[in-house]
C-alpha cells in the first residue's frame, strides 16, 4: 500500500506563509511520474494548484497561485514541498498531495488525506 504523508497546514493572517509537505511511504518501488498538490473547498470540486511532472520536468502552476506558491520536490526520494507565500483569504481550502504513477498529467493514482489551511482576512 502506498501512503502520501501530509505535514505543515494550519491558521495564517493574510499576506502570510505556509509550507506543506508530503512525502510518500509503503510499496513505492519506483518514483511517480508526477506528484503535487490539489485543493477543495466545501461545495466545490478538487482543483489543481501546482504539480511537477518529472518525465517532461516541467511544473504547473494554476493562474490563481502562480508567482506567490513554489513547489520543489526529490523525484528519487518520492516527496515534493509547497511553499505559499502572500497568502491570500480564497487560499482556504483542505490541500491534498497527490501523486501519479501513470501519465502525470492524468488524475492521480494515490492522495493524501488531506491537510486544512486557513488564512484569516
Known amino acids: 500500500q502506498v501512503e502520501l504523508v501530509e505535514s505543515g497546514g494550519g491558521l495564517v493572517q493574510a499576506g502570510g506563509s505556509l509550507r506543506l509537505s508530503c512525502a510518500a511511504s509503503?510499496?513505492?518501488?519506483?518514483?511517480?511520474?508526477?506528484m503535487g498538490w490539489f485543493r477543495q473547498v466545501p461545495g466545490k470540486e478538487r482543483e489543481l494548484a501546482s504539480r511537477?511532472?518529472?518525465?517532461?520536468?516541467?511544473?504547473y502552476y494554476a493562474d490563481s497561485v502562480k508567482g506567490r506558491f513554489t513547489l520543489s520536490g526529490d523525484n528519487a526520494k518520492n516527496t515534493v514541498n509547497l511553499q505559499m507565500n502572500s497568502l491570500k483569504f480564497e487560499d482556504t481550502a483542505v490541500y491534498y498531495c497527490?501523486?501519479?504513477?501513470?501519465?502525470?498529467?492524468?488524475?492521480?493514482?494515490?492522495w493524501g488525506q488531506g491537510t486544512q489551511v486557513t488564512v484569516s482576512s
Open positions: 509503503g510499496r513505492t518501488f519506483s518514483s511517480f511520474n508526477s
Open positions: 497527490s501523486a501519479t504513477a501513470g501519465i502525470p498529467t492524468m488524475w492521480p493514482d494515490y
Open positions: 511537477i511532472n518529472w518525465l517532461a520536468h516541467t511544473t
